[in-house]
């Protein structure tokens, strides 16, 4: 029994197994059938899709085909129309020049029949000019070579005086016209800058508050103002003037440093002679220094630059001094700023003309201190600091020493003579009584053994200041007659001048 349902069981899985792989195959065969038709429908349906591309490629093909056989028969047409209209300008064109032809042949036959007939004319003429000048010899009774030589002659003559007068003429109207616009350019440049009066006096004044300090200025028996006066070499006046007083001296450096050291003196209190020494020496020291600052401002405000540090330094010290009673600083200033506006009126360089100006007095802050005039000193100084020609010719032709070689120097010349001139600006007498003054200095300054030489009392006293060990007592006594005899042979002056000759002896030792 076990062994039939084995069998069976084995028949049955066997059937089943048979019957589960044609259920299997069909459903396989099937879904293979399926896909097939759908890959069939796809690719009519490309096939359809393609289809109708190709034919709207092919109406797109037709309509640009039809569109550019349109374009092309157009501009096939509007060639064709711009040839045939190329070809009746030409057509026209070669009939005008025809035309033209035919014109100038009838010209050139009139042309020469006027040369023909103007020929027979000529000939004509000479016959009539040969037959009137034969009968003119005959009336004059010269021959032609000699009329035309007297009529030569006369011409010529009036020809000269004809140009002569156009000469006098042209000259004359050049010297005006160059008058009024010298006078328009002088005016432009006084109206355009206007300056103060530059004048400088002999004295300043020292305001006090008390009274009081003029007993501590003068000191005991006359020493604090004593050593004022040897050390500062001005004229310390104090009178009954109240609330002032007045420092007198002819060299506006120092007066300027002497009327500072009195008033810081009169702010510390201390007057004695070591601490009028020290603060002497301090103020001078801070003077100096001044110069080149004020010297630098003066350019900047100017727009000169690349001044040498020198020429600088002298720019500042003439702020103090003078000519004729005009601060030679303040003077400077004038020319640069008028020759700058005449030299910019002419087409010059303004600058240039400026820094001319500025430097066309240089030498002034240097005739205290060597000899020779401010013309001389202040061409070898610019020089020799490197200032271009058009600088050294203003500097030498402002006083006519030479002709200016050209518009800035010219200009410098004019803005000097403008600035000098003008009403107020200087002084004359004032001018005489400083050179007889800075004489009088000079000529005790040029002496052996001399230190320092102070012109004071408005000029009637001369301080002489020698050196202990060059000069003893008794050649002290001689040196102030030799002086004042030189100076009788001179100069000339009212009155009388006292030369006082001082000899001291100083011995400075530092204690540590």
Sequence with gaps: MIVEYIVVGLVSGAVCGVVAWLATSKLNAARHAVRVSQAKAKAKAIENEARMILERAKVELGAKELELKKRVEQEFSAALREQERKTRLISQKEEAIEEKRRAIDRLHKEAAKLQKDAEDHKKRNEQKFLEAQSAIEKAA????????????????????????????????????????????????????????????????????????????????????????????????????????????????????????????????????????????????????ESLLEDGQNVALDLGVSDLHPELVKLIGRLKYRASYGQNALSHSLEVAYLAGIIAAELDGNEKLAKRAGLLHDIGKAMTQDRDGSHVTLGMDICKRYGEGDVVLNAINSHHGHEDPLSIEAAAVCAADALSAARPGARREVLEGYLKRVEELENIAANKKGVLQTYAIAAGRELRVIVNASDIDDRETALLSKEIANEIEQKLQYPGEIKVNVIRELRAVEMAR
Excluded: C, W
């Design 141 to 288: 009774g010269m021959s032609a070579q000699e009329a035309e030589r007297v009529l030569l002659a006369q011409v010529e003559e009036k020809a000269r005086l004809d140009s002569a007068n156009i000469v006098r003429r042209a000259e004359t109207e050049a010297k005006n016209e160059a008058r009024r616009r010298a006078n328009f350019i002088i005016a432009q440049a006084t109206t355009r800058y206007a300056s103060e009066f530059a004048n400088e006096r002999l004295i300043n004044t020292v305001a006090i508050s008390n009274d009081e300090y003029k007993g501590r200025i003068i000191g005991k028996e006359g020493r604090n103002i004593k050593a004022l006066e040897n050390l500062l070499g001005v004229d310390i006046v104090i009178d009954d003037t109240p609330g002032a007083i007045i420092i007198s001296s002819f060299n506006l450096y120092r007066r300027a440093i002497a009327t500072r050291t009195i008033e810081l003196l009169l702010e510390d209190g201390r007057i004695q002679p070591a601490r009028i020494e020290e603060i002497h020496n301090s103020v001078k020291t801070q003077f100096e």
